[in-house]
């Protein structure tokens, strides 16, 4: 069993930046993809970003891609995202994941969650 921390949410302004860490325990961290989604309430789960087990291989969601970035420290068992550019709309509850095998974008597919940490920015 994996368990998963996040934190580091809280309240900026458009155009701030704000990072988000992840802390892992109860497994082998250097062995799982990681990934950050986001959800607002009455709407499906977004995929944000993900990296493989190396770090060596990342990958973003659309509205994202260019202010975010993804990167893990497997010495730390930590993973963090890294937010630039703050727009109202990515206002959301963003989870980490975890999953064994190679990264993905699909939600289902990430079996460990961590309990979520609020980011709201303000316009």
């Known amino acids: 069993q994996v368990q998963l921390v996040a934190s580091g949410g809280g309240l900026v302004q458009a155009g701030g930046s704000l990072r988000l860490s992840c802390v892992a325990s109860?497994?082998?961290?250097?062995?799982?993809?990681m990934a950050w989604f986001r959800q607002v309430p009455r709407k499906e789960r977004e995929f944000v970003a993900a990296i493989s087990w190396s770090g060596g291989t990342t990958y973003y969601g659309d509205s994202v891609k260019g202010r975010f970035t993804i990167s893990r420290d497997n010495a730390k068992n930590t993973v963090y995202l890294e937010m630039n550019s703050l727009k109202p709309e990515d206002t959301a509850v963003y989870y980490c994941a975890a999953r064994l095998g190679p990264l993905s974008a699909t939600m289902h597919e990430y079996a460990y969650w961590g309990q979520g940490t609020q980011v709201t920015v303000s316009s």
């Open positions: 109860g497994g082998t961290f250097s062995m799982y993809a």
